[in-house]
C-alpha cells in the first residue's frame, strides 16, 4: 500500500484533520425521487466536506437519507431517484505520475454534472471512491442477471458466486492500478492478510461460499481497499457483525486510513462505533442535515433537540442505573406529507408553538465548525 | 447440581433448565447417512426466577436462539430437563415444576399459553394476509379461548397497552412500521397473559430511537403483567440495560452467568472479559483496550478439545486444552465455566 503513493500521500498526514487539502466538497445538495403519491425528497440540501485522511460520520435513522447520499456522490441513485441541485466536487489529484514525472495536478470534477454511466466515473467509482455497504445476508444468491445488465454497481460491491476470490481482486486491482497480473495477486494475498484471512494464500483461490459472513465482509473490505482508494464509503459495514469482528474490522479501515491517507465517509446508526470512528459528524432527519459537529463537540455538547434525544436513547455500558432509556416521542413522519416548519416538530421536546410549525430553521454556525439547524439557535 | 438449591439460588425459580443439549445431525450421501453433529446447544444449564429478566447473549452461532427454541420445543432437544412452574398443568391450579420434555403433544400445547414468543424480524413472523385483530386473536383461537366481544376487548387493551390504537385493528401488517410491527408481535405474545415471555432479539432490527420505546414498553409491561424474560440478543448494552441477570454463551455452552452489575464489573470468565472490551462505547474520548481474540469462532461441529475457548483465549494453560471446564458457581449466584476462574483478575467495565 505504501509503496505505490510515495509523493501524494505521505505528505499531509501529519496536518491535523481539519487542515488537510478539501478531497470531496457538497454543496447543497438535493435528490428527490418521483413517485407515484408524489416527490419525495430523499436528500435535502445536504452541505459537508471531506479532507484527505478525515472520518466524516453520518447517522440517522433509516429513512434519513444517508444511504442516497453515499450514492448519489458515487452516481449510483437508483431510479426513480434524481440529483435536482447542488454540487459533488471531487478535488481528483492524478493518481500515477504523468509523463513529466508529475504527481500533484488537482482537477475539480462536479460529480453532479457527469454522465453516470460515462467512462470519468467508472474511473472515480470503485477505484479513487471505493465502497463497502452492508454484507446483505443472502449475498450468495446468484440473483444477478449475466452479461449487459450485470452492471457495475453489482459488481463492485457482491463478490460473484462462482468465481475464486483472487481473481476478482486481480481483476479489480488491475483495472484500476497499472500492476501486472502476478503483482495484482501478490497485492490480492497481502490485502487478505491484512484483513485478518488466515492463510490468504491458499485462501485467495477459494470461492466466497467458502467463507463464513465476517469473512466475507472482511473479503469485501479488501477488495475495495486493494485498489488503494482516496477514499472509502463505508455504508453501515459492520452492522451485521458480532462485536469481536466489528472491532477487527474497524482496526483495520483507521490502520489503512492511517498508512494510506484515506478518507472514509461513515454511515452508520450505530452511536458506539461513530464514536471511535469519526472526526467529524453529520447528522441527518427526513433527508435534513440537522447538526453538523466535530465528534467530541457532538457528543459532548449537542445542540439540536433531535441530536440529544438520539444520544440519550442508546443504552450505555457502565454501572447500571435502572432509569428508562429516553425515548423520541411518536414515529418517523410519511416522508410525502412532511410537517411544516421544521421536519422534526412534532416529535421535539422543545417545541415552540408558532415558531417551529410555521418557520423553516436556517443553517446557522453555533460554534467553531458546529452547525446546526433548529429555531433555537436563531434570532 | 445436587446443591444449586441451597446457594444463592432462591426458590421462586420459574424456569429451570438443566444440562440442555440440542444437536443437529450432518447427513450426507445417498442414504443420508449421519456422519457428524452440529452441537448448537451443549449442555446448557440456566434459570429464570419469576418476575425477573434473564439476558443471553453470545456471537452469531453460539446457539442462543437454539437454546430457546428448544425450551419450547420448537427444535426437540436432544438431552437435558427443562423445568417449568406451570399452572395449567396443575391439577389444583397450585403452581407445580414440571419437565417439559416428558410431557405429551397436549400436554406440552396446554403448557404453551404460558409460555410465549417475541420473534426478531417484526416483517416475516406476522402472517401478510391477516388483521391485526387476527394475528392477535389467532393465540386464543388456537387453545380454544376465543370469545365473541369478551376477547375483542381484551384484544382491544392490549393494542393500546403497547402503543397502537383501536382503528388500526382492521389493518394489515405491511401498513406498519417496523417498531409498530414489532409491538403487534408483542401484543400477540401477551394474549394467552403468559408467565415468561422468550424474547428473540426482539429489538436488533429497529432504529435506535424505536429501539429505546420497544425497550421502555417490554418493562412496563413486566412490572404490569408480572412477566419473566428470557432476552436473547447479541447487543451487549441492551442486555445489561434489561436484564436483572445474565448468561454468556460460547459455542452451545453457557460460558458465565451473573447478575448483570456482578458480569459487567466483575466477569470471570476471559470470554466475558474479551466481549466487554470489543463493545464501542458511544463516546469518543474513551480509549479502549481491546482484547484481541485470536482465530475464529469455533466450529460447532468440530469444537476444539477441553475448554471450547482456548484456541482464543489468552490465558489457557495446558489443562485448559484436555479438561473441559465444569460449570460450577464460584460465588453466590455467580457461575462460570473457566478452570482459572478464581486466579485471574479480570478486568470489567
Known amino acids: 500500500m505504501e509503496t505505490l503513493f510515495p509523493e501524494t500521500r505521505a505528505t499531509t498526514t501529519a496536518l491535523p484533520t481539519d487542515a488537510r487539502p478539501t478531497l470531496l466538497e457538497v454543496r447543497d445538495l438535493k435528490v428527490e425521487f418521483n413517485i407515484r403519491g408524489g416527490v419525495v425528497k430523499a436528500v435535502d440540501g445536504l452541505t459537508f466536506d471531506i479532507r484527505r485522511g478525515q472520518t466524516v460520520g453520518i447517522i440517522g435513522e433509516s429513512g434519513c437519507g444517508k444511504s442516497v447520499t453515499a450514492r448519489a456522490i458515487l452516481r449510483m441513485v437508483p431510479k426513480p431517484g434524481k440529483i435536482t441541485g447542488g454540487e459533488i466536487l471531487y478535488y481528483r489529484y492524478s493518481r500515477y505520475p504523468n509523463k513529466e514525472g508529475k504527481t500533484k495536478d488537482i482537477e475539480v470534477i462536479d460529480m453532479t454534472k457527469l454522465d453516470p454511466d460515462g467512462e470519468l466515473v467508472r474511473q472515480i467509482r470503485g477505484g479513487e471512491i471505493a465502497m463497502i455497504f452492508q454484507e446483505p445476508m443472502s449475498s450468495l444468491t446468484p440473483v444477478y442477471t449475466a452479461g449487459a445488465h450485470l452492471n457495475e454497481a453489482i459488481t463492485l460491491h457482491r463478490l460473484l458466486p462462482v468465481k475464486k476470490l483472487g481473481d476478482q481482486m486481480v481483476e479489480k486491482i488491475m483495472q484500476y492500478r497499472p500492476v501486472t ?12 492478510r491484512r484483513v485478518g484471512i488466515p492463510k490468504p494464500e491458499q485462501r485467495v483461490d477459494s470461492y466466497p461460499h467458502q467463507l463464513s459472513g465476517g469473512q466475507r465482509q472482511r473479503v469485501r473490505i479488501a477488495i475495495a481497499l486493494s485498489t488503494e482508494p482516496y477514499m472509502l464509503i463505508a455504508d453501515e459495514p459492520t452492522t451485521a457483525l458480532d462485536v469481536s469482528i466489528e472491532a477487527q474490522i474497524l482496526d483495520i479501515m483507521r490502520e489503512l486510513q492511517q498508512t494510506a491517507n484515506m478518507a ?57 442505573t435502572g432509569a428508562r432509556l429516553a425515548s423520541i416521542e411518536g414515529m418517523v413522519p410519511d416522508p410525502l406529507h412532511l410537517p411544516t416548519g421544521c421536519v422534526f416538530h412534532p416529535r421535539c421536546p422543545a417545541f415552540m408553538a408558532g415558531k417551529c410549525d410555521k418557520l423553516v430553521p436556517n443553517w446557522t454556525e453555533v460554534g467553531q465548525n458546529h452547525w446546526v439547524r433548529c429555531l433555537l439557535y436563531e434570532e | 447440581m445436587a446443591e444449586m438449591a441451597q446457594n444463592g439460588k432462591a426458590d421462586n425459580i420459574l424456569l429451570d433448565v438443566k444440562g440442555l443439549k440440542k444437536y443437529f445431525p450432518i447427513q450426507k450421501g445417498l442414504l443420508r447417512k449421519v456422519v457428524g453433529y452440529v452441537k448448537a446447544v451443549d449442555d446448557v444449564s440456566l434459570y429464570v426466577r419469576e418476575g425477573e429478566t434473564l439476558g443471553l447473549v453470545g ?46 403433544r397436549d400436554q406440552m400445547t396446554k403448557v404453551r399459553q404460558e409460555i410465549s414468543m417475541i420473534f426478531q424480524d417484526p416483517i416475516n413472523s406476522l402472517n401478510p394476509r391477516m ?39 382492521r389493518r394489515y401488517p405491511h401498513e406498519f412500521s417496523g417498531g409498530q410491527r414489532q409491538r403487534i408481535g408483542i401484543a400477540r405474545a401477551l394474549a394467552l397473559n403468559p408467565r415468561l415471555v422468550l424474547c428473540d432479539e426482539p429489538v436488533s432490527a429497529l432504529d435506535v430511537s424505536i429501539q429505546a420505546q420497544t425497550l421502555n414498553l417490554l418493562q412496563d409491561l413486566q412490572k404490569d403483567f408480572n412477566l419473566s424474560y428470557l432476552f436473547v440478543a447479541h447487543d451487549l448494552s441492551v442486555v445489561q440495560h434489561i436484564s436483572d441477570r445474565v448468561a454468556v454463551m460460547y459455542v452451545g455452552k453457557v460460558a458465565e452467568m451473573a447478575s448483570a452489575e456482578e458480569l459487567y464489573a466483575n466477569p470471570l470468565h476471559p470470554y466475558t472479559e474479551a466481549l466487554l472490551s470489543a463493545v464501542p462505547k458511544p463516546d469518543p474520548l ?25 484456541p482464543r483465549c489468552r490465558y489457557a494453560i495446558d489443562r485448559c486444552k484436555i479438561e473441559a471446564p465444569a460449570f460450577r458457581e464460584l460465588k453466590p449466584d455467580h457461575w462460570v465455566a473457566c478452570h482459572r476462574a478464581e486466579e485471574l483478575q479480570l478486568k470489567g467495565i
Do not use: W
Open chain 1, 181 to 192: 497480473k502476478e503483482e495484482a495477486r501478490e497485492i490480492a494475498i497481502q490485502m487478505l
Open chain 1, 264 to 320: 472514509i465517509m461513515f454511515i452508520t446508526h450505530n452511536l458506539g462505533v461513530i464514536a471511535s470512528m469519526a472526526d467529524e459528524i453529520v447528522v441527518m432527519y427526513m433527508g435534513k442535515q440537522v447538526e453538523r459537529a466535530k465528534v467530541v463537540d457532538l457528543f459532548y455538547n449537542p445542540k439540536h433537540p433531535y441530536t440529544k434525544a438520539l444520544l440519550q436513547s442508546v443504552p450505555k455500558l457502565g454501572p447500571k
Open chain 2, 59 to 104: 456471537e452469531s452461532g453460539c446457539g442462543k436462539t437454539t437454546a430457546s427454541r428448544s425450551i419450547i420445543r420448537l427444535y426437540e432437544p436432544t438431552a437435558g430437563q427443562v423445568l417449568f412452574k406451570s399452572r395449567v398443568l396443575s391439577p389444583d391450579g397450585q403452581p407445580r415444576m414440571v419437565n417439559l420434555l416428558e410431557l405429551d
Open chain 2, 131 to 169: 388483521t391485526v385483530a387476527d394475528i392477535i386473536a389467532e393465540p386464543m383461537v388456537i387453545h380454544g379461548k376465543y370469545e365473541k366481544g369478551r376477547s375483542e376487548e381484551i384484544i382491544v387493551n392490549l393494542l393500546e397497552r403497547v402503543g397502537l390504537r383501536a382503528d388500526h385493528l
Open chain 2, 286 to 310: 474513551y480509549k479502549s483496550e481491546r482484547i484481541i481474540m485470536q482465530g475464529d469462532v469455533a466450529d460447532p461441529s468440530n469444537p476444539p478439545s477441553g475448554c471450547y475457548f482456548h
